[in-house]
């Protein structure tokens, strides 16, 4: 080691094992932030629009769409692949659950309509799960009414709609930027809903602008990416043959 002190000194003997010893800890740093990265972009672009489900009750199926696991990196760089399954209804159970969190100072639950599907009738091993409705807007009651609603429809021939003349909910589709801002925040189109419906969460947020801006702002664009490049699904000809066209009561005037 002689000569390296020679060569370099003792400073630059420092700065030289530092660089040794830097250099790869920050090119890990740089790869886990790139696939971190691409990782996010994939969920965001091109995902599927929806993941809708079909209870079929003159076969007694259930079909749903869903999105496969990555297999390789390659896949980051390619549209989500989607794969249709296929359900006895006679295998599958409704489950109310229940998940508790807090935020520090408050404790609050969220409640999942979940379905397990059973492997076969002599073989009671899960082989899949799946939820029914958004467990941020599912309350308590709600989750059994939904379970009842399904079961009734699947069992007894219950109505498609809870009541004739309910119409469907549809997203409406993001026009612009400006739209998608207005669904992740206050600084969109929807400021004034904000000030009326809550004017010292506005008035806050107003404040507190200056740090929270950048975050609206990466939210708000992914929003938007995510709206205008998703893949709309469509059923595989096996699942419409199956199950038929569409057929819903119509709306009342």
Known sequence: MHWVYRILGVEGWIVGFGLLVLLPISAIFLAVGVYAFLKGWHETIRQPEDRPIIFDRKHRKVYRVMREEYRSFKDMFRPWPVMVCEYDWDLVDGEHNAEIYTTGGTVARNHYLMFAVRKSEDDPTIIDSFEVGNSME?????VSCMWEHIRRFMEARGPHLPTPDEPLAERPPIESWWQAMGDVGPYGPKLGHW???MPALTIFMLIIMPVMLPVYLLWGTGN???????VKIEWPRQVLEAVGPR???RASK
């Open 138 to 142: 599912s309350g308590e009651e709600l």
């Open 195 to 197: 000030w009326r419906d």
């Open 224 to 230: 938007w990416l995510s709206r205008k490049t998703a």
């Open 247 to 249: 057929r819903l009561p």
